[in-house]
């Protein structure tokens, strides 16, 4: 029978007793039927949903055999978009605790590439990145990968969906041939079977059961016709009252003209897509995480690797072709144990693709009428917080201590109405509560200010704006 503990695996006392301290206390499914195999050094083929470890599994397998010592680069993970690679990152820097002084860096489009050409120059062990950037600084010459033991493919799917197949071959072929390989996809259909092969060797391959437990899910379908999806969206908006929403929907014109559309019916709604400037998708991203837009209208693609706590509702504005696509959106409400709502939106000509989502989920849709639930006459309510630049981060020195003491002190404001806190290289984001976010930021700009618009913090002045939702 095989164990589920981590203290049956070959680790190092240290590194277990990190991974206590870190909560691990059992290895989930996927961690359980592919850490033993990584360990050993096998290849490996793991089709695993976000959420079910798999972070975990391969960052474990890359710092069992990594030398800190010698200051090479010993592992490289590739993520399909910039904010899934800083989650990877931040796990693996929690996992490494256990093994000693280990440098991960993060190599992603969206920023300069001097920093990043700055921090190689001074090495590192693990390089965590987008298929993009990392061929940009092997172009450079600035990235070695000779010394790789272990390759890492997360979200192999979608990388290859959102075309970087030829990144990852030129990347593979600059990494050593007898390396230990690791792919991790939500699916494995044949076509990325038949691309990656040449990347494996004889590796071992695992499926973990990817439909979610819809325990906590109320799941509804509603019947609509070929018109009228944005008055829907608006009627179970305003008829729920969701704290934050996630509409998914299957092109990038309908997230824009979607997100339109609710903004001119009163809600806090932004649309997140492929094109969209990095600056303007990581203030997107931070309005959402504080709560200051209650609405996050996206494409698959550009939602795949999002870490969103506390969702409130799903909403598939478009039936998704895949069903298994499908269980991958609604599974981003009801987590850790919390319940949660997914509606679907459905118009004629997409009934047989619900009719493969019953099968997939083996259980009847449950259909219910827009008309039924009323809510024409209710206003949309502005989301419940607001967000505060501050035009100074980590390059000025700043901590969130410092934002969150003037904020309690200065400001006058109680902890209970700050909310999150980003800090940035060269900006910070607060999140704070609506009604007393105005009053708040005038009492820290009172005093001889240099210009409009600013406000003191350890007794500096910063340029402070608020971001619209």
Known sequence: MQSDSFTSLALTPQFLANLTTLGYDHMTQVQAETLPSVLAGSDLIAQAKTGSGKTAAFGIGILHKLNPAWFAIQGLVLCPTRELADQVAGELRRLARGVGNVKILTLTGGVSMRPQIASLEHGAHIVVG???????????????????????????????????????????????????????????????????????????????????????????????????????????????????????????????????????????????????????????????????????????????????????????????????????????????????????????????????????????????????????????????????????GKKAKLRPGDLLGALTGDAGLTKDQVGKINIGEFNSYVALERSVAQAAVKRLGEGEAPGPGFGVIKGRWFKMRFLDA
């Not at 706590?309 to 799903?314: H, I, N, S």
């Open 130 to 392: 987008t298929p993009g950037r990392i061929r940009d600084h092997l172009g450079r010459a600035t990235l070695d990968l000779a010394n790789v033991q272990t390759l890492v493919l997360d979200e192999a799917d979608r990388m290859t969906d959102m075309g970087f197949y030829d990144e990852i071959a030129g990347i593979v072929s600059a990494t050593p041939k007898h390396r230990q390989t690791l792919l991790f996809s939500a699916t494995y259909p044949d076509d990325i079977r038949f691309a990656t092969q040449g990347f494996l060797r004889d590796p071992l391959e695992v499926k973990v059961e990817g439909k979610h437990s819809f325990e906590q899910i109320d799941q509804r379908f509603y019947e609509i016709g070929f018109e009228g999806r944005e008055d829907a969206v608006g009627r179970l908006l305003r008829h729920h009252r969701p704290v934050s929403a996630l509409a998914f929907c299957n092109t990038k014109a309908r997230c824009r003209e979607l997100a339109d559309a609710l903004q001119a019916q009163g809600f806090s709604a932004r649309a997140l897509y492929g094109e969209l400037e990095q600056s303007e998708r990581d203030e997107i991203l931070v309005l959402f995480a504080n709560r200051s837009c209650s609405v996050l209208v996206a494409t698959d693609v550009a939602a795949r690797g999002l870490d969103i706590a506390d969702l409130d509702t799903v909403i598939n504005v478009d039936v998704s072709k895949d069903p298994e696509v499908h269980v991958h959106r609604i599974g981003r409400t009801g987590r850790a144990g919390g319940s949660g709502m997914a509606h679907t939106l459905c118009a004629p000509n997409e009934k047989k693709w619900v009719g493969l989502i019953e099968q997939y989920q083996d259980q009847p849709a449950v259909w219910e009428s827009l008309a039924a639930l009323g809510g024409d006459a209710e206003l949309a309510e502005p989301a419940p917080m607001v967000t505060l630049v501050i035009a100074g």
